[in-house]
């Protein structure tokens, strides 16, 4: 096999157009889109944290290889109804975007919350264009994370669901911080730079394969609602509703299972660890 057919099954199918948007939203629960504007934009967002989990189900407990092509992910996340992580999630997203005619460029993440020192790129986002007005959006963050897009070039305060973020420029790029009791927090920073789909080829790899990663570390499972969130941390399952929280140990992977089901539409045939 000569060089250009192996870069060309490797990276090819992470150009694919999406296969079918209308079954897409469909399994986001949103309706015919008509216009690629904010509004619209800001109910995909949303649609989507609360229909798709954040997951990292075929890292941790089936040790299977991440395959970001766009037909794959469409595969495995509309199809199948599995959730994903970051460059999973924001890729089919970006590519759903896309086939709905906006104009969006993915870029490549540090995640800064709670660390001091320099943190390596380890996550995806999009930046979507509409009207010559720059977003930021973001369907592939375990949280906390907005549940709507939000202005690049605004500097005061936005909501966006449960939080507040301030977005400023910092040393190395353009910084999204969390108000936490009043103070900024820093939660990720990136260059605006486009990134390329296949410069996240090496990014995954790490994230999936490595010792050093998280997601090799400990289940973790987020899906948004309607009065809070639902987390799966390792077998603690959390369900946050209107500013309390309840906790479950789950001991037997049959009860699991159930909890896959049940709370974030999961069904699996792998093996889950207990």
Do not use: W
């Amino acid at each position: 096999m000569d060089r250009e057919t192996i870069f060309g099954e490797l990276f090819d199918p992470l150009y694919a157009p999406l296969p079918d948007s209308e079954t897409y939203l469909g399994r986001i629960g949103h309706g015919p889109v008509e216009k690629a504007d904010r509004e619209t934009l800001d109910s995909l967002v949303l649609a989507h944290q609360r229909n798709v989990p954040f997951e990292n189900l075929d890292v941790y407990d089936a040790r299977a290889d991440i395959s970001l092509g766009v037909a794959a992910l469409y595969d495995k996340i509309v199809l199948r109804r599995r959730g994903g992580y970051c460059f999973e999630l924001n890729a089919a997203f970006m590519a759903l975007l896309t086939s709905l005619g906006f104009r969006c460029h993915a870029v490549s993440v540090r995640v800064v919350m709670g660390f001091d020192r320099h943190m390596p790129l380890s996550h995806r986002g999009t930046i979507v264009t509409i009207d010559g007005v720059r977003y930021f959006c973001d369907v592939g963050f375990g949280g906390p994370s907005p549940q709507s897009a939000l202005l690049l070039d605004e500097r005061n305060a936005q909501k966006s669901g449960n939080y507040e973020f301030i977005i400023d420029e910092g040393p190395i790029g353009t910084n999204i911080n969390i108000l936490v009791g009043g103070k900024k927090e820093r939660l990720l920073t990136f260059s605006e730079t486009p990134s390329d789909p296949v410069d996240f080829l090496a990014l995954n790899e790490f994230q999936s394969k490595s010792d050093y990663s998280m997601f090799k570390a400990s289940r973790v499972c987020n899906l948004v609602t309607e009065t809070g969130a639902i987390t799966l941390g390792g077998n603690a399952l959390k369900i946050h509703a209107n500013g309390e929280t309840t906790e479950k140990t789950l001991s037997t992977e049959p009860e699991l299972r159930a909890a896959l089901k049940e709370h974030f539409g999961i069904e699996v045939s792998f093996a889950l660890s207990i």
